[in-house]
């Protein structure tokens, strides 16, 4: 590891490579809320959703070192594991062949953080998020939502929302863009 | 920062995971070409849509859910480690598969982009098949656990009345080693969104009764429960108490037991 990130996260996932029981209890703690709230949200089931967070965790805990902290901070890394996994559950169940991004990887790839990640804690650019996505319109929301906590590539959401495939593309490209100007002017 | 102008209007996309095939196979046979600007933006993408898990609404997990958690990390952590399998592990025709992509790749982008998502075709069958037999392993160790528990002379026998005349009688094993097995038959379904919890009860006076596992029966009514870890020995346990419980399970019974076996 070298000096990029030393935050607290990355100390305990070190620790969890000498299977140190308090350090995984610890991250559990920091983060459980968001993974379970991520992953209840896309599969809408508990029982469901507490499987695949178990999951998750147990894959953290038994494969600490497939995360590399020198190649991207832990959150957004943990976040991108828990929806693969609640997207792959949700994939298996209704047998849909949906193919993502990362879909065939057994663990996330990396997620750099820009240089305006650090500007607001997480607590403020959670709700910096949701201000930001709640300004977009209505229908172009929905489609971030729908790519994102379920999975669909652009012709399906366009199928879903009965909109051209173009205006699709463009609402999710604007959107997001529009997400990433939003938190790079917090710096 | 150059960004290759054809796939400038992708990468948001393709960070999220929306786009359709032959998009992504394009964009990915033009990553396959090592564009170092492009692989840096994607990465920064996939941080932006990480972002987005914090439109979900706020939840809190059940403290049950960390309880099981932090119970079979505490098993695995007393257990020698295991030495984590060998990359030689993975099928020849994987390798060879990806080392075709690269050959085809410098061949053609758009022939390599098409092998890749067959790739991911045959990794995904195969990741299903090994979480599949990993299933089915797990299962086959509880169930050589709990007929070791139900056989070994050496495993004292509790039966576990029915407080309701009309409930079935259960029994549990319990084996100082290989843990407690709980065994019922025509045993009541509980009601929707609701569970059967096992409590051990400690004869310390005073002392609140220590949760354990929870399950509902199979549809015709079988009952197995297998507790491989349990938290107190025998001798400090008075009884055992099986009530129903919200999904979850709950840290104190909040229902009277349906069930109660003393212990010794």
């Known amino acids: 590891m070298n000096q990029r990130d030393v935050s607290p996260d990355a100390t305990l996932v070190t620790r969890l490579l000498q299977k140190d029981v308090s350090s995984f209890e610890q991250l559990y703690d920091r983060h459980s809320r968001i993974v379970y709230a991520l992953v209840l949200r896309i599969l809408q089931q508990a029982s469901t959703a507490e499987e695949v967070v178990q999951d998750v965790f147990l894959q953290l805990w038994r494969n600490a070192a497939h995360y590399d902290p020198s190649r991207g901070p832990f959150v957004p890394w943990l976040l991108t594991l828990a929806r693969n996994r609640a997207l792959d559950h949700l994939r298996l169940k209704s047998e849909r062949q949906r193919r993502r991004e990362d879909q065939a990887e057994e663990l996330p790839p990396v997620a750099s953080a820009p240089d305006y990640e650090k500007a607001l804690d997480e607590k403020r650019r959670a709700e910096r998020v949701r201000a930001l996505m709640t300004s977009l319109a209505p229908q172009q929301k929905r489609a971030i939502e729908l790519a994102y906590f379920e999975g ?20 999710i490209r604007n959107g997001l863009l529009r997400l990433k100007e939003g938190l790079q002017a917090t710096t | 920062m150059k960004i290759c102008d054809q796939f400038r209007e992708l990468i948001q996309a393709y960070a999220l995971g929306a786009l359709d095939a032959e998009d992504r196979a394009a964009f990915e046979a033009h990553l396959a070409t090592g564009c170092s600007d492009c692989a840096k933006t994607v990465e920064e993408a996939r941080w932006l849509v990480s972002q987005l898990a914090y439109l979900a609404p706020e939840a809190t997990p059940p403290d049950m859910l960390k309880g099981r958690l932090m119970q079979t990390v505490r098993e695995e952590a007393r257990q020698p480690r295991i030495a984590a399998p060998s990359k030689t592990g993975i099928p020849f025709w994987m390798w060879a598969g990806v080392a075709a992509l690269v050959v085809l790749s410098l061949y053609s982008a758009l022939e390599a982009g098409r092998l890749r998502v067959e790739i991911h075709d045959a990794n995904e069958r195969a990741a299903a098949i090994l979480r599949e037999r990993q299933q089915l392993q797990e299962q086959l160790a509880v169930a050589k656990r709990e007929a070791m528990i139900v056989t070994d002379p050496a495993s004292v026998k509790i039966p576990l009345a029915g407080q309701d005349p009309q ?18 038959h025509n045993v009541p379904m509980p009601a929707a969104n609701r569970v059967l919890q096992l409590w051990l009860i400690p004869k310390a006076p005073g002392a609140k009764p220590m949760p354990s596992m929870t399950l509902r029966p199979d549809p015709d009514g079988k009952l197995v429960l297998l507790v491989s870890n349990p938290p107190e020995s025998m001798s400090e346990t008075k009884a055992l108490a099986i009530t129903e419980e919200p999904e979850g399970g709950s840290l104190q019974p909040t229902t009277t037991p349906r069930w109660v076996g003393g212990v010794g």
Request: aromatic share 6%; charged share 15%; glycine share 8%.
């Open chain 2, 167 to 184: 409930a079935p009688q259960l029994e549990a094993k319990w084996h100082s080693q290989l843990g407690i097995c709980v065994m019922g």
């Open chain 1, 152 to 171: 669909l590539s652009h012709s399906e959401i366009a199928a879903a929302l009965k909109e051209p495939l173009g205006t699709v593309k463009s609402w």
